[in-house]
């Protein structure tokens, strides 16, 4: 999987939640040598509650379950997510701790763009870092909006 099949994928995905960049294919050219490439196996952890990591991912192939430990039985699934969908968004907005696991459920294959990473595209190409951030805090809201509507904690 490369970063053209990574483009359809993300711009395939039909969600409420879905990644939204406006970027031009060569705007995601620009973008590709920032992001880093990890197969991940079924039953592994991308990252785990109370990590620091400023990271945010891509789901190129696969599937994750999203959860959180210590909390009553039957509200630690948070969500699934799908090829095409970010993870990890709040790594963009805050250097605090992750707030849930995300597990890969079946084989994936994640595109990580690493917080150095995201501050050099920041210093190189500051339009095509702004439209990352806008559209993960896109991102972010639509999740945030969901947990609100179901009366859920929010994580």
Known sequence: MGIDDLVRVVQSLN????FRARLSY???RTIA???GRHEI???ELIFKQGELDRS??????GTVQVYVTGVPPGSARVAIQRAGAMIGESG???DGPRLANVEAMTPCIVWALRGPRME???QRS????LEIVRAAGSVLMARLRAHIARQTPVI
């Not at 969600?15 to 879905?18: H, I, K, R, S, W």
């Not at 945010?56 to 192939?61: D, F, M, S, T």
């Open 126 to 129: 500051p339009a095509l870092a």
């Open 15 to 18: 969600a409420e939640d879905a």
């Open 33 to 35: 040598p920032y992001l």
């Open 26 to 28: 060569d705007q995601w």
């Open 56 to 61: 945010v991912y891509l789901i190129g192939q």
């Open 92 to 94: 963009l907005f805050s």
């Open 120 to 122: 050099e595209l920041m």
């Open 41 to 43: 196996r079924a039953g």
